[in-house]
């Protein structure tokens, strides 16, 4: 069992940057790859970011690559998300998730999930 808490959304203007963490705590998070996800209102929930156990391999969704970085701190049991140049359209709950496979952005192949943290980008 993992429990994942995110934390370091916020609102902030287009061409900003924010740091999102997420904390794990139960298992040790080297057991799992995390991803991240969004969730804007009215939308279904889609894949971010994600990155394999030890961090050798990461994954982006269009969309984010070469904005977004993810990394993860193992020692620390802590996943992160570096957001910047944001946009408008980057609006939404972000959440972490963990999986006991490798990377994907498959939302179904993902065990557990935080309870999200809200971006706001104004424009």
């Known amino acids: 069992q993992v429990q994942l808490v995110e934390s370091g959304g916020g609102l902030v203007q287009a061409g900003g940057s924010l740091r999102l963490s997420c904390a794990a705590s139960g298992r040790t998070s080297s057991d799992y790859a995390m991803g991240w996800f969004r969730q804007a209102p009215g939308k279904e929930r889609e894949f971010v970011a994600a990155?394999?156990?030890?961090?050798?391999?990461?994954y982006y969704a269009d969309s984010v690559k070469g904005r977004f970085t993810i990394s993860r701190d193992n020692a620390k049991n802590t996943v992160y998300l570096q957001m910047n140049s944001l946009k408008p359209e980057d609006t939404a709950v972000y959440y972490c998730?963990?999986?006991?496979?490798?990377?994907?952005?498959?939302?179904?192949?993902?065990?557990?999930w935080g309870q999200g943290t809200q971006v706001t980008v104004s424009s």
């Open positions: 998730a963990a999986t006991r496979y490798s990377l994907s952005k498959n939302v179904a192949t993902y065990d557990y």
């Open positions: 990155i394999s156990r030890f961090a050798s391999s990461t």
